[in-house]
């Protein structure tokens, strides 16, 4: 079995290096003074993928998740993207179970097209005043 993983790991390592080399990353930076001055970019495009930071809100949770998804959106529609396009998102909630009694402020975004998700509750945030923080991974579309 040893045998059999180092013989894959030998035969997909010169095919993953070159597929990285070929690829070009975009860096996006919606408020590049702060990003630098923290050490980040908004979002990360490779290939036809965007990954967008975490965005954060602060307040009373509807008004929290209306924020960070402000920012999303802002950031989506600077590459021409949508909630539409949106594959996964990520979030983050020091009250996990207010984000859930007020999800439908994100409905108003999605729509009835979500994406795949993942939400997890945690003890703080970057900065104790946010409560939530969402993250994105949005597709291009092809063609």
């Not at 930071?53 to 009373?60: E, I, K, W």
């Not at 409905?107 to 993250?135: M, N, S």
């Amino acid at each position: 079995m040893k045998f059999l993983l180092i013989c894959l790991v030998s035969f997909l390592a010169p095919w993953a290096l070159s597929a990285a080399e070929g690829t070009s990353l975009e860096r996006f930076h919606l408020r590049p003074e702060g990003e630098k001055a923290i050490g980040y970019c908004q979002a990360v495009r490779v290939g036809d993928l965007l990954y967008i930071s975490g965005s954060v809100g602060d307040g009373p949770m509807p008004e929290a998740i209306a924020k960070a998804m402000g920012t999303l959106e802002a950031t989506l529609k600077a590459h021409g993207l949508s909630f539409k396009d949106v594959v996964k998102e990520t979030v983050y909630a020091t009250d996990l179970d207010a984000f859930i009694a007020n999800s439908g402020v994100r409905r108003k975004h999605y729509g009835d097209t979500f994406p795949a998700a993942t939400w997890v509750g945690v003890q703080r945030l970057f900065r104790p005043e946010f409560v939530v923080e969402i993250e994105l991974i949005a597709a291009f579309p092809r063609g």
